[in-house]
């Protein structure tokens, strides 16, 4: 069982920054890719950003390239997502996920066996 807890959210302007931490209690960490996804008031959740498990790939929604940053670092067993530039769409929930194995595609959330809480971020205008 893999235990996933976000924090980092909060309440920025737009054209404001914010950096969101996702710590795993797990040791086998650095065997699953991570992602985040969010979901805002009314809309289904939605795919943010992923890395895999080294580090080397990283894939990002349309939405954010650019303009956010995911990262880890494995010996901290910790996924980060930077974001900058945001927007008042980039309102949400913000969740990290953990997967392996999966046939589904990564951008997809059955692709991952394990989700956070979630954390709010909210841009005002």
């Known amino acids: 069982q893999v235990q996933l807890v976000e924090s980092g959210g909060g309440l920025v302007q737009a054209g404001g920054s914010l950096r969101l931490s996702c710590a795993a209690s797990?040791?086998?960490?650095?065997?699953?890719?991570q992602g985040w996804f969010r979901q805002a008031p009314g809309k289904e959740r939605e795919f943010v950003a992923v890395i895999n498990w080294s580090g080397a790939s990283t894939y990002y929604a349309d939405s954010v390239e650019g303009r956010f940053t995911i990262s880890r670092d494995n010996a901290k067993n910790t996924v980060y997502l930077q974001m900058n530039s945001l927007k008042p769409e980039d309102t949400a929930i913000y969740y990290c996920?953990?997967?392996?194995?999966?046939?589904?595609?990564?951008?997809?959330?059955?692709?991952?066996?394990?989700w956070g809480q979630g954390t709010q971020v909210t841009v005002s205008s």
């Open positions: 996920a953990a997967g392996r194995g999966s046939s589904y595609s990564y951008y997809t959330a059955p692709a991952y066996n394990y």
């Open positions: 797990t040791r086998t960490f650095s065997r699953y890719d």
